[in-house]
């Protein structure tokens, strides 16, 4: 069975159809015992310092894996650098199939975009259709997860970010996923329920540094919300969908004005205080943080990341008087 990489949320349902492994070369850059040095030794490479740090770490998570077939990338509806990224990954002999969410969400477009994944693929609709269902039944179990964080308070914020963000490759394999999702829920419902009374979002792309979780939650916070990452298991949607309307239901690749209105509905939904948007640093999307200040009644702050290795200093102290400040309000 060969590996299939790719740089942003696919339909996965495809790759597993084909009998492939998918493998989120993100998952892969940041969950590496030395994530850091992937950075250095692109930069070596030639990639600029002032470039980011998940293109760079993509690119050398992949070169050390080594027997992945090629990768998917997404070059519309995600980072404005992956195009760049694949032409150097041609350079380097690594074979690449370009994939992209139309903007618009135009319904045409992201069929013939789907359907032409299938085609390099070798799969039709109908058992790709089959392996959605086999793979909703994992959503599901990971739509309840979420729900015994902000509803029942027995999963952390971070669980609930690591087990939603794992949802783009389910670990390669997600019958066996399945089973740890079982695994984790059975203990999780046995725990005492947290007990910090702020509630907070996370609102953007899964963070570099995952310790702000901890963080937050030493300090009298919890984060019962995490917008990306719910979004790649589909539950917004619901799971009773063809593999093209779960597709473009699914807002991240789409515009913020998609991304607001879910956001909103869920800070409603689960009784939230505060919202920490999350940017990377040299990303567009650090422009979008005006919209949402805008757009959002509920305080939020702004935090940016730029490499792996813990929160530094400056954020620290912000996050943490931001959560005073909630806390004063309530």
Known sequence: ????????????????????????????????PNPEELLCQAEKRGFPRNSCAWIKGI??????????????GVVEGDCSNTRALLEVLELEGIDYVP??????????????????????????????MEIKGEIDMVRRK????????????KVSGFENHLWQVSCSDFEGDYREYGAKVDALTVEAEKRAEFTQPVRLGYVGVPPVFPEI?????????RIVFNEV???FTLAPGGFDRDIYQAYR??????????????????????????IIHYTQAFCFRGIEDIVVKERIDTPVLMI???RPGGLDARTKLRIESFIEMLHDLK
Not at 10 to 26: F, M, R, S, T
Not at 59 to 72: E, K, P, Q, R, T
Not at 249 to 274: K, M, W
């Open 229 to 231: 990452q719910r979004q």
């Open 142 to 153: 990971v739509q309840y997860l979420d729900e015994l964080t902000y509803k029942y308070n």
């Open 304 to 306: 940016e990341g730029d």
């Open 99 to 128: 994939f992209s969410y139309p903007r618009t969400r135009n319904e045409k477009r992201l069929k013939e975009e789907i359907d032409s994944l299938m085609r390099a693929f070798g799969v039709d609709y109908k058992r790709v």
């Open 249 to 274: 239901d699914f807002t991240y690749p789409y515009s913020l004005e998609d991304r607001l209105q879910d956001i909103r509905a869920e800070i409603s939904n689960r009784g939230i205080d505060g």
């Open 59 to 72: 690119y050398s998570a992949l070169m050390g894996l080594g027997d992945v077939d090629c990768i998917i």
């Open 213 to 221: 979780y901890q963080f937050v939650e030493e300090h009298g916070a």
């Open 1 to 32: 069975m060969g590996r299939i990489g790719f740089t942003t949320t696919i339909p996965v349902e495809i790759i597993y159809a084909a009998g492939k492994v998918p493998v989120d070369l993100n998952n892969v850059f940041v969950t590496h």
